[in-house]
Each structure stands twice: as structure tokens, then as C-alpha cells.
T-cell receptor
Framework: SQQGEEDPQALSIQEGENATMNCSYK?????LQWYRQNSGRGLVHLIL?????REKHSGRLRVTLDTSKKSSSLLITASRAADTASYFC??????????FGKGTMLLVSP | GAGVSQTPSNKVTEKGKYVELRCDPI?????LYWYRQSLGQGPEFLIY????????DSGLPNDRFFAVRPEGSVSTLKIQRTERGDSAVYLC???????????????FGPGTRLTVL
């Protein structure tokens, strides 16, 4: 079963703009992770935020977590065409497996 | 250091046939995971191994699905009497170890795209 939902399902922007994707989940978590997937194949880990953290940065990525609202957001600043991909949030409930959302498809046009 | 590899990359089979999908984890990784991803969906957990044993197989959809990891390295996902609904990308991931409540990054392979005609 899927843990949560990403919003929006699809996002189309121009290079240089910022992209914001949201994720909601249902149960208590140990941490939340964001993954990127190109062309429906292998997933690449982007960033992890622990349940006791509220914000984290990595390069052009900024992740926030609100455990009271059971939601997270991923911000990609100064987007590039190469950022075009599907982005998934995944929750780790402490049982060693990941529960993924349905993903946001991001299209960055040159 | 090679990453996680999966073979075949694509598999087309007919309804009712048996298929085996192989995963080679990163050397030294004790934990291995299988996920299934249907079109337009996120990956869904199937089973994970710690060493040779299946620590959690709660995600296997029914008894047509089975996975083994006899020597604690390579794993094979086996699907009997395939159905059209089994068509999906099957993803394998490995991590260094499994510590409940602690973060262990999972490294994913490129997946096997299974098509059941």
C-alpha cells in the first residue's frame, strides 16, 4: 500500500524557476526521504530528514518536515532541464522498509 | 565499486509462465529489498532479506511470488503462473545493514521491466 500522496502530480516550469513538491503521509515515521527517478527506472536518493528535524538543505535542495501535519515539502531552486524527472517521497516507519508516495512528475523546459 | 545490478533489464513472457528475476547487491551489503512499481505509481515493498533469511515478506501479493537469497548475496525473485497484472518494474535495493529505528540508505538497481502478455 502507498503511505502518502505527492502534490502536485505533475509540474511544468521554466529553467531558472523554483519547483516545490509536497508530500503527505499517514503514520508516525522515523524519517522521510526524497528520491528521484528518471525514465521509470532506478531511484536515486536525494535527501533524508529525520522526524526530529524541521528543515534540511543539500545544494539546491531544501526539505521541510511538519510532523504535526504529517507533511513534507521539497524545494528545488534555480531548476535546470536536467532536473526533469519523477520525485518520490518515502517514509521509514522504523521497520527497515520504505513506503513510497505516487510521485510528482517534474518537467523543466529550457 | 559496482552498484546494484538486475537482470534481465526487460522480460516479456506469456500469461501462465514462470519467471525469475535476479538481483546482485552491492558487495558487503547484508540487507536486500525487492519492490514493485506499476505504471504511474510509486514503488511498493515486496520482501526484504537480512543475510540469507527473509526478515519481512509481508508485501508479497500472493503465494505465486517467492524470493530466495541462499548465500546472502544474490537474490532471485520467482513468479509462478504469471498474470497480466504482474506487469511492472521490479526494483531491487540493498543497504549495508538493517538496524531498526536507524537510517540505512538503500541503493537501488535499474529494475527489471516485466511484461506479461
Amino acid at each position: 500500500s502507498q503511505q502518502g500522496e505527492e502534490d502536485p502530480q505533475a509540474l511544468s516550469i521554466q529553467e531558472g524557476e523554483n519547483a516545490t513538491m509536497n508530500c503527505s503521509y499517514k503514520t508516525s515515521i522515523n524519517n522521510l526521504q526524497w528520491y528521484r527517478q528518471n525514465s521509470g527506472r532506478g531511484l536515486v536518493h536525494l535527501i533524508l530528514i529525520r522526524s526530529n528535524e524541521r528543515e534540511k538543505h543539500s545544494g539546491r535542495l531544501r526539505v521541510t518536515l511538519d510532523t504535526s501535519k504529517k507533511s513534507s515539502s521539497l524545494l528545488i531552486t534555480a531548476s535546470r532541464a536536467a532536473d526533469t524527472a519523477s520525485y518520490f517521497c518515502a517514509t521509514d516507519e522504523g521497520y527497515s522498509t520504505l513506503t513510497f508516495g505516487k510521485g510528482t512528475m517534474l518537467l523543466v523546459s529550457p | 565499486g559496482a552498484g546494484v545490478s538486475q537482470t534481465p533489464s526487460n522480460k516479456v513472457t506469456e500469461k501462465g509462465k514462470y519467471v525469475e528475476l535476479r538481483c546482485d547487491p552491492i558487495s558487503g551489503h547484508t540487507a536486500l529489498y525487492w519492490y514493485r512499481q506499476s505504471l504511474g505509481q510509486g514503488p511498493e515493498f515486496l520482501i526484504y532479506f537480512q543475510g540469507t533469511g527473509a526478515a519481512d515478506d509481508s508485501g508479497l501479493p500472493n503465494d505465486r511470488f517467492f524470493a530466495v537469497r541462499p548465500e546472502g548475496s544474490v537474490s532471485t525473485l520467482k513468479i509462478q503462473r504469471t498474470e497480466r497484472g504482474d506487469s511492472a518494474v521490479y526494483l531491487c535495493a540493498s543497504s549495508l545493514t538493517v538496524l531498526a529505528g536507524n537510517y540505512n540508505e538503500q541503493f537501488f538497481g535499474p529494475g527489471t521491466r516485466l511484461t506479461v502478455l
